[in-house]
């Protein structure tokens, strides 16, 4: 089973959000649920300032929080290694939405369930990317297998870090800062 | 290092506030349809988007006859496969609540009817012939943002009443650099970012102005080790892909051009083969340059004397693989009083620099032609004689001037001078997006007749007498367009959602019929998109299946300047010869700050394009998140100010006060003020966005620049005081 995976070069990440709106498009969320968001940070002083501008959504988390609060399996570990909702199991009681340490779930009021990024799994089973990586301006992620890494994503791969590993879930999306 | 931005409760917070703040905005009813929908089979048609002048080729998905989703085009020009968010979430303004439903007629002072075509046409019709009789076709104007489609139609008409006055949104963005441009090499050059070793980016913000191409394009320079200087009073987000931002005094680069050129000729660094083959005045140049030291520019631009040196330097060792890129709206196309000359400088730079027509330099485009309708089968209207009422190639008005730009956010001024009477509107809204919405507001108002034809409502067309609805991008084919070395043309991809939208081909050929003038509209669209692409042997199909398909480029053209001299006009006579400097000399901006005020500066973000997209449900909801309508202050001054960041501030100039919260960041010149554009949008017919955020043209007056007519936009300073916490 591949471990599939997205690497983020915060370094070349414009914060247009347009992985945010196509994502919204893809997974067909209304305005205010969104399986991406952004953390932005600025350091140093006037005239030498630094920006970053950092993505984030599901790091699909080899230990998630979420699936141990998660009183009926809806949320789970599946044969990729990907965290994944089942909607269908889902109460909608968000329990799993303070697990998660990076704030990367989203209640839809609407079906009264939560979501959160499912690596766009339905184009993927297609050979395609995953959205956010196919919308990218300035090509800042990288989609592929962490068991077997080709091309720019192999490459990107051994700059490639745990956001806040300190949390201790062993996320799957890596990131370069 | 990111401990303090993932603090669980904050995150609850934010989440409880985002959902509160954004709310149910939302255009598509999921639920039950998204149910059904998720199964059905996907169709995939090509169009382009409409949410910008970008225009990228896209592919709409549709499922059960609605839109799901849209991809880039990868053969494209400008999305190269990629689609930024405006693209995403605009293709969905087939279903928004701020469509124009109805043929509308005013009456009141915000009210309207909804009124049948036939009738919108009879008094439309009727009441142009009587300001075409009382007062001649000299008062009627027509202002729009040219595209394809509106750019065939439209003027055609006006011909046909014998109006001359075809105005585009330039003066509101790019007219300075344009008429510059025209006048000192004949055309406008773009810089060859693929190749260049070293470019200077003033103002230009290739990330939030964004096309996808652009900002990928400054990607890879980047990736690649290019130097990349991005002069600017803000840090803007284009700042991650340069090598340096260099912060300079608001309206100030054209003093940093000329010290530039001082050190180029000075230090012998420029191009003197190229100048001596083409270029004219350089002897009267040189003796205009040589008191502009990098020392005196330091003074003016706040910008470091070595700096100064080091750009020159770069830029003169580097040639002809360095340039200084051509520029758009900031800080030249419209922004202060200096901008023309500012802009002229670039062409002038560039020239010593030897650049044009290099690799890595500033290239010429070089693209195929459509072609055109059989002028005997189908008659065009005689080319009209009457004159400007926007003053445009008028002696003592604005002789200089594009004609085909014309003076847009000058026409209320013109009707309540009386130099106006009658005028259409198409799809642009000068009403929110030029200076002093009340004025504007007042003058459309004062005009005989006013039709404006949109998708949405808008500022403007609340103004208006008429009100014709266009159908949105989704819904029609238009009229095919060049993009580089490709033919693209928009195509239906769903069915009309509001019966009584028409698209513009029929619009326009129904009013001419209204009019008697139906001999010069004896053609379908179909017809004139066939005769558009016959040269370049292509047909409709092939179009209407691939949505872009590439063409033979022409062989290219050996290097020419379409200017009187066919050479670049160092001193341009033409400019002389209508009272202006034919040498550019340093001029002040009108605004300077001093220690109580800030000059006011805006500039896109890269999810919006003006006002249209911030009533984009997707949109403000991103906007909401992020707090992102917010001013920002430079963090030392606001600390003496007392002001924290996300306090509420009053902002006020002479015109206008307004209220906004605040961002305190370093990323900005203590004396700019940066308030993104796009927001504050006061129309009442509005349902989403309206009175978020506020908008920088409300602080500013309506006039235009002495050569070009343009709006100086950010000439203009305001004084920022702490209202609440």
Redo the contacts between chains.
Sequence with gaps: MPRYAIIIDAKKCVGCYACQVACQMQNELGPENAFIRFEDRETGKYPNPKYVMVPLQCQHCQDAPCVPVCPTTASHKDKNGLTMIDKNKCMGCRRCVPACPYNARTYLKDEGVVQACNMCLSLVSKGEEPVCVATCLTKARYFGDLDNPQGEFAKQLAKAKQLRPDFGTKPTLLYII | M?AN??P?RT??K??AA??AA?????V?S??EW?KQ??AAPVTKIPSLCETCSAACGMWVHVKNGRI?????QKDHGQSK?????R???GIAQAYHKDRITHPMKRVGENDFMPITWEQAYSEIAAKLKKVLKEHGPDKVFFSHNPRPTNAFYWPRLMAAVGSNTIQSHHSMCSTGRDVAYKWTTGGMANADLGKTKYIVFLGRNY??G?S?SS??G??VAHGKGTTIIVVDPR?S?????ATE?V?IRPGTDLALLLAVANVLIAENLYDKEFVDEWCVGFDEFKKGMKDYTPEWASAVTDIPADTIYAIARGLGKNRPTSCIEQGYKAPNGCNYANGTQMFRMVACVNALLGNYGQDGGMKFGNAPKLGSLDAKKYPAPPKPKAARCDGVGIKGEYPLCQPNQGIVHMMPQRALEGKAKAGFLYRINVARNAPQPELLTKGYKALDLFVVCDIKWSESAMCAHYVLPECSAAEREDLPAIVGATVTMRTAAIDVVHSETKPLPEIVTELAGHMGLEKYFNFTREEVAAAMVKPLGVTLEDLRAKGTVKVKAPAAKPLSFATGSKKVELYCKAFADHGHKPVPEWEPPFAKADKNSFVLIHGKQ??LSHTTSISD??????AK??DLERLWI???RAKKMGIKDGDLVEVASPQATRKVRVKV??????EAAYLPAGYGRFAPFLKTGVGYGINPNDFTPCRAEAISGHAMMMEVTVTIRKVGE
């Design positions: 990111w931005k993932f669980r995150f609850l934010a989440t985002t959902a954004v709310g149910a905005g939302d598509f999921f639920g998204m929908a998720s799901w989703k849209v991809t880039g496969g990629q689609l930024c968010a693209g995403h979430a990330v939030e964004l996808p900002a990928a400054m990607a840090h987000n284009a700042c991650l892909f931002w912060p890269g999810f449900p997707y949109l403000l909801a991103v998140r992020g430079n963090a030392d960041t370093e990323r900005v010149h203590p």
